[in-house]
């Protein structure tokens, strides 16, 4: 029983540690940088396909379709990694 507890103990002190370590200013801030960054990514990919379209349509080559797809994964793999 004294070597449960003792597993029990320390896989609560784990669990805590690792629900504190979001509560610090600091982490909470490196965690916006990287949910911006995301964002801006997205927004660059955006203007770059936008682009890349325009120029396959030109060519006969346009598939609207595909890149209205490419956009809506886009914006769905930034909204799954960043917070609100």
């Not at 964002?39 to 080559?61: C, H, K, M, P």
């Not at 346009?62 to 909204?79: D, E, L, P, R, Y």
């Amino acid at each position: 029983m004294v070597i449960y507890d003792g597993i029990a103990e320390f896989f609560t002190m784990i669990s805590g540690l690792g629900v504190e370590i979001f509560t610090l200013d600091w982490v909470n801030a490196v965690v916006k940088l990287f949910s911006l960054f995301g964002w801006t990514l997205f927004v660059v990919g955006l203007v770059v396909s936008a682009f890349d379209l325009a120029i396959e349509y030109q060519n006969g080559r346009a598939s609207i379709h595909g890149t209205a797809i490419n956009w809506i994964k886009g914006f769905m793999a930034v909204s799954l990694f960043t917070k609100p």
